[in-house]
């Protein structure tokens, strides 16, 4: 899934970027406070400054395999083998650059300390403790995925974009996965005689409908390439995406009042979230009709009224 994976490796260049930062800031305190009690580049202050790289060498693998792990099982998608790869290579190729690093601005300073030994010594063991900490967590990170994968109930992204006619990588644009997985779980778990069939087919209708909107104005042709009428497209287009967005959430958070037992339902919330939005949805040429689809939906909260 290159689009979920492209999200993923931008959060462990920020991720990354914020391990880096956090070291120098360690350094330039442990800078400050040698240099003020005039132990600058003693024993105690280069074995601070290699203690700081170090643990920032044992985050990298943590905090990128976190962040793996964690989005992989928000969206459902297991990991394979070529991600795996791709993962193990970042991560050694970010613990490296913090060893050149370390390398580059401290190997002399321990020389002249008559350190250099004990420096190399410690930079192989950083480097060999990071590999041994990439490849232990790759596998347990790969297995954790997949166990957990096989025992979810949700509905998987490929299938809801195969439902609601969407690309995945809309989906993911849209933050739309995790609240249309609620919507499949909280209304297939209902019984029969509730509508909840119905209801459901009435939000996959409601969302294709709007996923038009935007899609279908006019322009004329004469003037279909001017720069007015492609700055009017584009924001139909965005406010489309918005209006598709805010549907998805409207009915995320209205089933997450329908999985609470009735008495403890907010009747005033559900009308003030169901009021915004049919303001959001009326600026649009068949958004009577998409309410009519949320109607079975909206029946089950026990306030038909709603969408009329």
Same mark, same amino acid.
């Given at each position: 899934m ?15 970027? @914020? ?8 350094i ?9 009690s ?6 105690? @202050?280069?074995?601070?400054i ?8 044992k985050?990298?693998? &943590?905090?990128?395999?976190? #962040? ?5 099982l928000k969206?459902?998608?297991p990991?394979?083998? *070529? ?6 290579k ?5 613990v ?17 300390h ?6 190399d010594?410690?930079? *192989?063991?950083?480097?060999k403790?990071?590999?041994q900490k990439i490849?232990?967590? #790759? ?17 998987q992204?490929?299938k ?43 939000? &996959? ?10 899609? !279908?104005?006019?322009? /004329? ?24 967005? /805010? ?8 089933? !997450?009042q329908? /999985? ?9 919330? #559900?009308?003030? #979230?169901?009021?915004?939005?049919k ?11 998409v309410?009519?689809c949320l ?10 009224? *709603?969408?009329?």
């Amino acid at each position: 899934m290159k689009d979920l994976n492209s999200q993923i490796d931008s959060m462990f260049r920020e991720k990354i970027y @914020h391990v880096l930062g956090e070291n120098a800031s360690r350094i330039q305190k442990l800078n400050i406070r040698y240099t003020k009690s005039n132990k600058k580049y003693s024993p105690e @202050h280069l074995d601070a400054i290699s203690g700081s790289f170090e643990r920032a060498i044992k985050e990298i693998p &943590r905090e990128l395999l976190r #962040i793996e792990k964690s989005t992989r099982l928000k969206y459902l998608v297991p990991l394979d083998d *070529k991600r795996r790869q791709d993962i193990i290579k970042i991560m050694t190729t970010d613990v490296e650059m913090l060893i050149e690093k370390i390398t580059r601005e401290y190997r002399l300073i321990f020389k002249d300390h008559q350190l250099e030994e004990e420096f190399d010594g410690r930079i *192989k063991v950083m480097l060999k403790l990071a590999q041994q900490k990439i490849d232990e967590g #790759i596998g347990k990170t790969v297995e954790s995925i997949n166990e957990k994968l096989n025992s979810s109930q949700q509905i998987q992204p490929e299938k809801l974009a195969e439902i609601y006619n969407l690309d995945e990588s809309t989906l993911i644009d849209l933050k739309a996965i995790e609240p249309l997985q609620t919507v499949h779980e909280v209304l297939g778990a209902m019984p029969e005689n509730q509508n909840a069939e119905l209801a459901l087919e009435g939000i &996959r209708q409601a969302v294709l409908l709007c996923a038009k909107f935007g899609t !279908q104005m006019e322009i /004329d042709p004469k003037h279909a390439t001017s720069v007015e009428a492609r700055r009017f497209k584009k924001m139909s287009l965005i406010a489309g995406t918005l209006a598709l967005k /805010d549907l998805i959430y409207t009915v995320y958070v209205l089933v !997450q009042q329908l /999985d609470l037992p009735v008495e403890k339902r907010n009747d005033e919330i #559900i009308s003030k #979230i169901i009021a915004k939005l049919k303001e959001s949805l009326s600026p649009f040429e068949g958004d009577e009709k998409v309410l009519e689809c949320l109607d079975p939906f909206i029946q089950m909260l026990s306030i038909p009224e *709603k969408c009329k």
